[in-house]
Each structure stands twice: as C-alpha cells, then as structure tokens.
C-alpha cells in the first residue's frame, strides 16, 4: 500500500516470540530472507538493568535489520534500555504493550499498558528523546471490556499525538487479561483483521503493520492491499523455508532462492564459530526442527536433534548426522 510516506521496510516482519526469537533463531531466519524485518524477543528493562545486558543484547551484524523489544513501564528506565539497544547498533526500539501473561502483568506492562495510553506516550516519547532510532509500538485491538473501535482509535491517537509514535504493530485479537493464559489468548479472542484495515484508512498517515493468525506468506501478502506490512510469527518459526518468497514478493527481489540444504550449509558454519565461543549445541539446533518440513527424511531430522543435540558435550557431528539422514532420505525418493 503506497501512501505516500516513507517508511523502514517493515513489509514483512517476524514477530518477537519469548524463548524463540533469540539471537540463533533470528541469524536461520536471515540466511533464508533478506530483506524480513527480525524482532528480538522480548527483553524486560530489569533484565536490561540488573542482568546480563550482553546476554540479551548480542547480536551478529548479518541480523539486520533487527529491532529490539523492550518490555516495561517506567520511562526513564526504558530511555536507558534504548540507549542501550542503540550503542548495541539495533535498527529499531519497539516497546511491548501486547503480552497478556501473569508475570507481565505484575510488572504492570504487556497488555495491561493498552488501559493507560498516556502512559505508553510518556514512555515511547521518553524514548524518542533519547535515541534517533525508530521507536515503535505492538499492541492489541483492545483488552478485556476496552475492546470497541473507539477505544482502539483513542490508544492509537494519544501514543500519536503524544508520545510521536508513527509506528503502530497490530495484533488483531483482543486480550483478556484474566481468565486466559497467553496461549489462549492467541487462539480464543477472534481476529478482526478489518479494524486493523480500519485503522489504516482513517489513519493514513501512521505506518499500520498488521499481525495475528497469519499462517502463509500469501495470506500476509494480502493484507498488503490495506495496510504497509505484515508480521508473522509461529508460522514462519515452525516453517522457516516460508521466507524464502519473502524477498521476491515483498521486496521485488527476485535473487536466487536457497533450498532447505543450501541453508543448513551456511548455518553449519554458523555452528561451528558458535561451539568455539562456547555455545552448546542445543541452542542453535533446537530451532531448527522444522526446516526440513515436509520433506523426506524431516522426522530422522527432528528425531536426531531433539534427543542427541541436548546432550551433554554434543557437538557438529549431532548435526551432521542428522543432515546425512535428510540427504538420504532425499536420494532414495529421487531414485
């Protein structure tokens, strides 16, 4: 959708998934995409604060562009963690105002932060001020009985007008704060994906990147018709194969396309630098269980993985192993 302003090429982005998106899964995603916008998962401003910022913040160069996901509530400490993510050299700061779960509610932000939209201002504008970074936001349609249009249209208006938010990531559920765990809370509330094309329309001037529910590239490429991008996350985390139309379709880069092998080469590389740092083995291969999907040989793969690569002093030979079986599996059905 061309509205005449310009904005990152947030086209297509994979969503911050806790646990998931770290900095091994984000490094598989860019060997497939190029040009796919990579979110960190979220990262609360005391883990920043008073844990192992490097932990969460290291990154390699090959990742961007790639933004992280803070996840708190009180200004000045989130200007600090944008300080930080910007010397860490991230391409952008998006803050978290979607997370149902228990534990973030108690830490009062996630979701609960949609009830106080001046709060979510002061912060992103607190932010702003302290970085020259895009600083962007990921929220709900709504939350409990604040679900209706015109309290979306008033959390949108005043991160806007106040906070000088333009970028506003949509996840088009509702989020129940009590009574729904987070896994509910992805399937149960229904998608109302019009209120996020809506939201486009009356608001043409904001960048709207619409998420939820996504399970192909195709179905996102269609959003594209009524708002600037699409965000999907467990699809692509359980498929990772799914980017590579990403750059052709989104991008109009038509480079040639690397299969499922060509990309094992280059993460086997990958590996290797990372178990010479120190890095065991199961961080990197636990996601990479459904690269192979749908392909012969894809349960060896999952199989090898998932019960050699845990284990205690595993090392490339568990991922070698592993890839010969794919390999196998492929030459007996081509032959």
Not at 88 to 102: A, H, K, Q, T
Not at 196 to 207: A, G
Not at 295 to 305: D, K, T
Request: hydrophobic share 40%; aromatic share 8%; proline share 5%.
């Amino acid at each position: 959708m061309n509205t005449g302003r310009s904005f990152p090429s947030r086209r297509f982005c994979v969503a911050p998934m806790l646990d998931w998106t770290d900095r091994h899964a984000r490094y598989l995603f860019r060997l497939v995409s190029r040009h796919a916008w990579l979110y960190t998962e979220m990262v609360t401003t005391s883990a920043l604060l008073h844990g192992d910022a490097e932990r969460h913040l290291r990154f390699d160069p090959a990742e961007h562009p790639v933004a992280l996901q803070l996840g708190g509530s009180d200004p000045v400490a989130l200007a600090e963690c944008a300080r930080m993510g910007e010397a860490w050299g991230y391409d952008e700061i998006n803050l978290n105002v979607g997370c149902p779960s228990d534990r973030v509610q108690g830490g009062a932000f996630g979701a609960c932060l949609m009830a106080t939209p001046e709060r979510v201002a002061e912060c992103i504008l607190a932010m702003r001020d302290a970085v020259d970074l895009p600083v962007t936001v990921k929220h709900r349609i709504g939350i409990d009985q604040q679900d209706d249009w015109n309290d979306l249209i008033r959390f949108v208006d005043i991160v806007h007008e106040q906070g000088g938010c333009n970028t506003f990531i949509v996840h088009a559920r509702k989020a129940w704060l009590d009574g729904l765990s987070p896994k509910e809370n992805r399937e149960i509330p229904p998608l109302m994906y019009d209120r996020v094309h809506r939201l486009k329309r009356e608001r043409p001037h904001l960048e709207i990147i619409i998420n939820g529910g996504l399970t192909s590239v195709g179905a996102a490429l269609e959003h594209l018709e009524f708002v600037d991008g699409a965000m999907l996350g467990r699809a692509v985390y359980h498929a990772p194969m799914l980017l590579a139309d990403v750059d052709r379709l989104f991008y109009g880069d038509a480079h040639a396309v690397p299969d499922a092998f060509e990309v094992m080469s280059c993460y086997r590389t990958y590996i290797v630098q990372e178990l010479e740092a120190g890095t065991a083995l199961r961080h990197m291969t636990r996601h990479l269980m459904g690269v192979f999907h749908g392909l012969p040989g894809a349960r060896a793969w999952r199989r090898i993985l998932s019960t050699e690569g845990p284990c205690e002093g595993a090392g490339i030979e568990v991922f070698d192993r592993a890839l010969s079986a794919v390999s196998q599996a492929a030459d007996r059905q081509a032959g």
